[in-house]
């Protein structure tokens, strides 16, 4: 079956990059994505990218996607406090994008 | 909209007793998603409808645990009788064709 695996937690200093890493099983993955999660929150979409693109910028978050190696990546560049939160990677290999398997979520704090 | 209303915020039953979790999703959104959180098992996917029909129910975990959705604009997801093992975070999560999976803020269940 579909697997997803990301780092438990990743610690940065504000205004440093983040890059958040996970990998993927499913070759017939279709969508992409990238949810975070605050204390005591549902999860928030964040941002997904298509099985054909490589790469998707939305201001300061960047993904890219290692169709290859089964490779995904969330870099937030000029890292705030408020961006210490869970991220969740989920992949769908349906065509509507409505299945996600989710990775653990990798825990990111931005040290002031 | 309002987004995806779960209720209530909090739960906490003791052992034994009947636990009913309930969700309104997005006003057109025609897939509706029950998700469990856990530290141990992370985000599982217990059962999804589309159209208000179940369409996977391979994530419930026993016969404990059943769900409805009587209409376009509501569900449930009822635990009877609730036990210790089942103190999670539960989620609702809604989407459509042409908008991908909103989550609600979840409903936290303590069961004593």
């Known amino acids: 079956g579909e697997d997803v695996e990301q780092s438990l937690f990743l610690s940065v200093r504000e205004g440093d990059s983040s890059v958040i890493n996970c990998t993927y099983t499913?070759?017939?993955?279709?969508?992409l994505y990238w949810y975070k999660q605050e204390p005591g929150a549902g999860l928030q979409l964040l941002t997904y990218?298509?099985?054909?693109?490589d790469m998707k910028q939305d201001q300061r978050l960047t993904v890219l996607l290692n169709k290859k190696d089964k490779h995904l990546s969330l870099r937030i560049a000029d890292t705030q406090t408020g961006d210490s939160a869970i991220y969740f990677c989920?992949?769908?290999?349906?065509?509507?994008?409505?299945?996600?398997?989710f990775g653990g979520g990798t825990r990111l704090m931005v040290k002031p | 909209d309002a987004g995806v209303i779960q209720s209530p915020r909090h739960e906490v039953t003791e052992m034994g007793q009947e636990v009913t979790l309930r969700c309104k999703p997005i006003?057109?959104?025609?897939?509706l998603f029950w998700y469990r959180q856990t530290m141990m098992r992370g985000l599982e996917l217990l059962i999804y409808?589309?159209?208000?029909?179940?369409?996977?129910d391979s994530g419930m975990p026993e016969d404990r645990f059943s769900a409805k959705m009587p209409n376009a604009s509501f569900s449930t997801l009822k635990i009877q009788p609730s036990e210790p093992r089942d103190s999670a975070v539960y989620f609702c999560?809604?989407?459509?064709?042409?908008?991908?999976?909103?989550f609600g803020s979840g409903t936290q269940l303590s069961v004593l």
């Open positions: 999560a809604s989407s459509s064709l042409y908008e991908k999976l909103f």
């Open positions: 499913d070759s017939s993955s279709t969508y």
């Open positions: 990218i298509f099985s054909n693109m």
């Open positions: 989920a992949e769908s290999a349906d065509n509507a994008g409505n299945m996600l398997t």
């Open positions: 006003s057109g959104h025609d897939y």
């Open positions: 409808f589309n159209n208000n029909v179940p369409i996977d």
